[in-house]
């Protein structure tokens, strides 16, 4: 059975720059849009040329994009002007682009309060706008501004403006949930209803996401016969955003209802790439990527539970709505105090550590595991610190070496300047082929001192840690007042780029560090596999 082309229209650009925080640099706007490409969205909006001088700039250049169609973006000309005297409509014109998608007015109310005309004047507006961007060569497409609003209180203007668009030659009229807050039946009841005077081959629509409906409402507009759908990636755009193209790429591949019966242009290989696109977008905005978004997040395939880690490792399918693999994610089971055996074995198989399901040893881990979580520990966030726990219950973790004692000290006081500083300094003494080594070092903080003092001298161990670095230190408080318990977090890395966290809680935040610290240097030696 031959599929229905359905195209996808990347607002990212101009949308989703209208995001609370967000500035693209006009770098990140060319590397955006490649991406997007790459990717297989057929429409690429990059910006509003004339709203700004690195929009205008961005639309001075070429964009040379393999198979999207780049579109600028504007308004329709201002009520009493001529479209061909319209600064505005000249900015589109000269744009470098091969489509230009108008905004444009299709509600009474908008039309007389905000732009303070007439609804003949709006619609003449449209038509000269569309009539003279499509004379001038280009694809048009108009953004029926706050549409289904508007078709609510006065059906026949909404409908009059989005028929004056494409009868005068825009390719797509795109229906807009501009303030986000219409419901998916609405949608799909309204959409029903232009499809009636517009072929649905013609009409798209651009959802805002004010009631977290914007996904299923730009499904609700396919299914009336909508074949446009206007998004962006990880949902970026004004206010709570647009429809998330990476959560909607996966749906309409993934899912029967869509799958059957439309082709993207996204191929089975770039849906293989979503996950990488999505952190390209993160790791350009500098943003830390959301963990439970739909496909894409880090947490959409981790399994937690005992009674799901023991079903998924018999078939995956039994927790998991589609194979990970199949939008670049991947599943994981952790380690918490929800687990069950079947988590821990399945931890330990990735770690390379052997235990047999019948062990007594895998039961006591288990319950060792439980207690410690119990105490505040959480070995989900600390790989390298449940590797040694299971090592240690197995018997397979040597002393390297014993810490016979430490002491920080705090001290704040003049320096040689007159400046107050405060200065942190720890000893260490160690134990290490029966040999006693004391270290002693400053720091600008007691963990840091006590962190420097630990490597500063291990013997025979030190070339096992000498580019051994902390890079993230993070302290959680639980259950505050006079009980608190200190949780730390510590990451590290070593010369290679491998990097593992390790753990420590204690009711004192220097105990529970140097417990993460202790971790982290004896994991090291491990992985090393330093003889003792
Ligand atoms: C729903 C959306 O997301 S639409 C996109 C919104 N994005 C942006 O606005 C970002 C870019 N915008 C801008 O840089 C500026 O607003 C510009 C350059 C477009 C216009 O700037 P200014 O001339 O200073 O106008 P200003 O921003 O104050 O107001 C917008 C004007 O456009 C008019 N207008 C709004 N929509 C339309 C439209 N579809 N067709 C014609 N005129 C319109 C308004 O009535 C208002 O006119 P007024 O100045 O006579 O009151
Ligand atoms: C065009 C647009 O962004 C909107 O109506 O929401």
């Known amino acids: 059975m031959s599929r229905e082309r359905l195209y996808l229209y990347d607002t990212t650009l101009r949308d989703g720059a209208q995001t609370n925080g967000v500035d693209f640099t006009l770098h990140d706007k060319k590397l955006i849009a490649s991406l997007l490409d790459d990717l ?12 700004n001088p690195l929009d205008t700039e961005f639309f001075g250049t070429e964009q040379k994009l393999e198979r999207a169609t780049f579109a600028a973006f504007g308004m329709t000309r201002r009520p009493g002007r001529s479209a061909s005297n319209d600064p505005g409509i000249a900015m589109l014109i000269d744009a470098k682009a091969d489509a230009i998608c108008f905004v444009a007015k299709s509600s ?5 309060v905000a732009l303070e005309t007439t609804n003949e004047e709006n619609i003449a507006s449209i038509r000269d706008s569309v009539s003279l961007a499509k004379d001038k060569g280009r694809e048009v497409l108009v953004d029926c501004e706050h549409f289904f609003d508007g078709y609510k209180a006065n059906p026949e203007f909404a409908l009059q403006c989005a028929k004056a668009a494409y009868e005068s030659g825009a390719r797509w009229v795109v229906l807009c949930d501009t303030n986000g807050g219409t419901m998916p039946d609405e949608v ?15 009409v798209g629509i651009h959802a805002h996401n004010d009631t977290e409906q ?7 507009a396919v299914r009336a016969g909508a074949r446009q759908i206007q998004g962006t990636l990880n949902g970026l755009g004004e206010r709570c955003g647009n429809a998330n193209l990476c959560s909607m790429i996966p749906t309409l591949k993934l899912k029967k209802e869509f799958a059957d019966k439309f082709e993207i242009g996204v191929s089975d ?12 977008l993160d790791n350009i905005l500098d943003r830390a990527p959301n963990p439970h978004a739909p496909y894409v997040g880090g947490s959409a395939f981790v399994t937690k539970t005992g009674i799901h880690a023991s079903a998924v490792l018999k078939d995956p399918q039994t927790y998991e709505h589609v194979p990970p693999e199949s939008i670049g994610n991947h599943r994981k089971v952790l380690v918490s105090d929800q687990a069950g055996k079947s988590n821990v074995l399945a931890e330990l198989a990735r770690t390379n550590i052997q235990f047999d399901r019948d062990d007594p040893r895998l039961s006591r881990l288990v319950e060792k595991l439980k207690e410690r979580e119990a105490a505040g520990y959480a070995y989900e966030s600390a790989n390298a610190s449940f590797d040694l726990l299971a090592r240690s219950t197995l018997g397979t973790v040597p002393e390297f070496f014993r810490v016979d004692k430490f002491d920080v000290n705090v001290e704040q006081r003049y320096n040689s300047h007159g400046q107050r500083v405060t200065v942190a300094m720890a000893v260490i ?26 490597r500063k001298d291990l013997g025979k161990y030190q070339k096992y840690i000498e580019g051994l670095k902390l890079v993230d230190y993070r302290v959680r408080i639980l259950n505050g007042g006079t009980e608190a318990v200190t949780r730390v977090l ?10 593992w966290t390790t753990i420590g809680v204690s009711p004192n935040i220097i105990d529970a560090s140097f417990q993460a610290l202790m971790d982290s240097v004896v994991y090291k030696l491990v992985q090393s596999n330093a003889p003792v």
Do not use: C, M, W
Not at 272 to 279: D, I
Not at 430 to 453: F, H, R
């Open 188 to 202: 799909e009841a309204i959409v029903g209803e232009v499809v009636k005077h517009i072929p649905g081959a013609h």
């Open 269 to 280: 290989d770039k849906l293989a790439s979503l996950v990488q696109v999505s952190r390209a």
């Open 214 to 220: 914007a996904v299923a409402n730009s499904f609700a």
């Open 429 to 454: 003494k160690v134990e290490v082929d029966g040999e006693t080594l004391i270290s002693a070092a400053e720091g600008n903080g007691p963990v840091n001192a006590l962190d420097v003092a630990l």
């Open 490 to 499: 510590i990451e590290s890395e070593d010369e290679d780029g491998r990097r």
């Open 40 to 51: 297989g969205i057929d429409y690429v909006e990059g910006g509003y040329p004339g709203a």
């Open 108 to 112: 009474e109310y908008q039309v007389r």
